[in-house]
């Protein structure tokens, strides 16, 4: 009996089969990385929606209230998710400041796994933007507004509903681009 011989055909086929593998998820990722894409806007299910129903308690030894979502009808707040060792908050933090002096909105804090000390530390050394800050402590309502990690800002509307959601530092050019637009729709709309 003789043997067949090997099909050498298949065979290169198998051994290509990775290299193909790998050049066509390389294609797919360098597609996505020159689309132009803003990589800080992640889609958020919650725009549009109520803002998730948030009672904290305030930031001990600051004279400044909690985070009510019940507070938010009627006004255009900035909720800003914070924390003390978050290195890109230090870096947003002047633009808070700015968007701060805008008596049209209400920047609030929701500060995020953080010491109290620090947190007030923090806002010693550099100034305090926000009209009321809420401490979530152990991160359960950070879950409720779908944060992905800190900063992130959400926009909501004088309806309660978020308008508008921004992942990472506030810079100058993000607020000039996309925030303040946002802001300037919520102000013009009707409750």
């Not at 230090?90 to 796994?113: F, M, Q, T, W």
């Not at 309660?160 to 050019?173: D, N, R, T, Y």
């Not at 607020?175 to 919520?186: F, G, N, R, Y």
Request: proline letters at 9%; charged letters at 20%.
């Amino acid at each position: 009996m003789s043997e067949l011989p090997p099909q050498a055909r298949p065979r290169k086929l198998f051994v290509l089969l990775p290299l193909l593998v790998f050049l066509a998820l390389a294609a797919v990722f360098l597609m996505q990385l020159l689309s132009g894409r803003d990589l800080s806007v992640i889609p958020s299910a919650l725009i549009g929606h109520d803002a998730p129903r948030t009672e904290l308690p305030p930031l001990e030894g600051m004279s400044l209230p909690g985070l009510n979502s019940a507070e938010f009808g009627g006004k255009v707040t900035l909720v800003n998710v914070w924390a003390s060792w978050c290195a890109p908050c230090r870096e947003e933090h002047p633009v808070l400041l700015e968007l701060s002096k805008d008596s049209r909105i209400v920047v609030a804090g929701l500060n995020y796994k953080d010491k109290p000390e620090n947190a007030r530390r923090f806002l010693g050394d550099l100034g305090n933007p926000y009209k009321a800050i809420g401490v979530d402590q152990h991160g359960r309502t950070t879950i409720d507004w779908g944060v992905y990690g800190v900063p992130e800002t959400f926009l909501v509307g004088k309806d309660g509903k978020i308008a508008f959601k921004h992942v990472g530092p506030l810079s100058p050019e993000a607020v000039k681009a996309s925030l303040m637009p946002a802001i300037e729709k919520a102000l013009a709309a009707s409750q």
